[in-house]
T-cell receptor, first 110, second 111 residues
């Protein structure tokens, strides 16, 4: 039981490039989330999903897209990367209540 | 607009003493509160939670207190241990779907 896994762990992007952050959970949780954490700040919700085929915006969705075709996977897409998207990204899942987090992806946009 | 606030960025406590971490919130509709612990280079891990119908929840060395009238919650760790040194985040929810996190308090337990 791996829990929540995220790939890659680190990535450097150039301005204007795009990439997909992968997130997979093996706990059969309906709820999945993407957060970003900037230095000295808390976690900000980017997008979340309450089940396969259903996604919704969080606090800071601009510049990101998500899809949820299966219960297990919840990829986060960055189109036209900008320096403001430099952050640590965490994926999480939950049944209801406490969330289980992945180890994070550290993204730098130069 | 920060709906959940942790006004102390850091806290140092001697081993064996009590650690008290505080959290304030502004949205009176929040009905579920959680504390997470985070080590460097790892994702947050769940510590303890409390529903708005309670004012206290205890789990071993960890106790969370909720004061709804003051929109304040606190996490007590007794006795504090060096392994408790980490960043602690409080979080709140009003729908069960979206969670709002504070900015974190870095706890250092001095041996």
């Amino acid at each position: 039981n791996a829990g929540v896994t995220q790939t890659p762990k680190f990535r450097i992007l150039k301005i204007g490039q795009s990439m997909t952050l992968q997130c997979t959970q093996d706990m059969n949780h309906n709820y999945m989330y993407w957060y970003r954490q900037d230095p000295g700040m808390g976690l900000k919700l980017i997008y979340y999903s309450v089940g396969a085929g259903i996604t919704d915006k969080g606090e800071v969705p601009n510049g990101y897209n998500v899809s949820r075709s299966t219960t297990e996977d919840f990829p986060l897409r960055l189109e036209l990367a900008a320096p403001s998207q430099t952050s640590v990204y965490f994926c999480a899942s939950s049944a209801l209540g406490e969330q289980f987090f992945g180890p994070g992806t550290r993204l730098t946009v130069l | 607009d920060q709906q959940v606030k942790q006004n102390s960025p850091s806290l140092s406590v001697q081993e064996g003493r009590i650690s008290i971490l505080n959290c304030d919130y502004t949205n009176s509709m929040f009905d579920y509160f959680l504390w997470y612990k985070k080590y460097p280079a790892e994702g947050p891990t769940f510590l303890i939670s409390i529903s708005s119908i309670k004012d206290k929840n205890e789990d071993g060395r960890f106790t969370v207190f909720l004061n709804k009238s003051a929109k304040h919650l606190s996490l007590h760790i007794v006795p504090s241990q060096p392994g408790d040194s980490a960043v602690y985040f409080c979080a709140a929810s009003n729908t069960g779907n979206q969670f709002y996190f504070g900015t974190g308090t870095s706890l250092t337990v001095i041996p």
